[in-house]
């Protein structure tokens, strides 16, 4: 279980595909405390860190198939950066929304408007999915905790604050997530 509120952002310094999947390889997020078998949130996905290679500061995750087709993280090159979130702790305090890590579908980005202190995302929604978004509900994109700030029957809004759009990869979204 995550919050949504993420820790930083690494990079995808490798990955491998295999006919079941892809093995990708992140740099090692400074002061992360996790170990080999942790649940570690990649662009909100929940994966568990298959290797770590503490001399080179990496770590490799296994991304099955059918998590490749239903996520961005087939669409990942090498350098991107990700969104990454270590797992809520049960005395962690509790900011965000609760966020599972399994990923319902990969919405496409229509369009960004600047406003003086946001900028505000409108997205498809993927088919399917309408009838689980809210006006001022909970979505989670990329791992973000977010709030709809508008909805219609094919698109939802997000408002963005500078900070979120800094810390996150966010800011550097161009198509779909």
């Known amino acids: 279980m995550f919050t949504g509120l993420i820790h930083g952002k690494v990079k995808l310094?490798?990955?491998?595909?295999?006919?079941?999947?892809?093995?990708?390889?992140f740099q090692l997020p400074k002061n992360s405390e996790f170990d080999l078998g942790s649940s570690?949130?990649?662009?909100?996905?929940c994966l568990t860190v298959s290797n770590m290679d503490l001399d080179?500061?990496?770590f490799d995750?296994?991304?099955m198939g059918i998590t490749l087709s239903v996520t961005n993280l087939s669409r990942i090159d090498q350098k991107d950066y990700v969104n990454f979130e270590l797992?809520?702790?049960?005395?962690?305090r509790l900011d965000g929304h609760l966020v599972q890590g399994h990923i319902d579908g990969v919405a496409q980005l229509e369009q960004k408007v600047q406003s003086d202190n946001w900028v505000t995302y409108r997205f498809?929604?993927?088919?399917?999915?309408?009838?689980y978004l809210a006006k001022k509900g909970s979505v989670a994109l990329n791992g973000v905790s977010l709030t709809v700030s508008d909805l219609s029957?094919?698109?939802?809004?997000?408002?963005?604050?500078p900070t979120t759009l800094q810390i996150t990869n966010l800011g550097d979204l161009e198509q779909e997530i």
């Open 56 to 58: 080179a500061q990496v």
């Open 124 to 131: 498809s929604i993927p088919v399917g999915l309408q009838k």
């Open 87 to 92: 797992p809520l702790k049960v005395q962690d």
């Open 61 to 63: 995750v296994f991304v």
């Open 153 to 161: 029957e094919t698109w939802f809004e997000v408002s963005l604050i």
């Open 40 to 45: 570690v949130s990649i662009n909100g996905v």
């Open 13 to 25: 310094t490798d990955f491998s595909d295999s006919p079941t999947g892809r093995i990708m390889t």
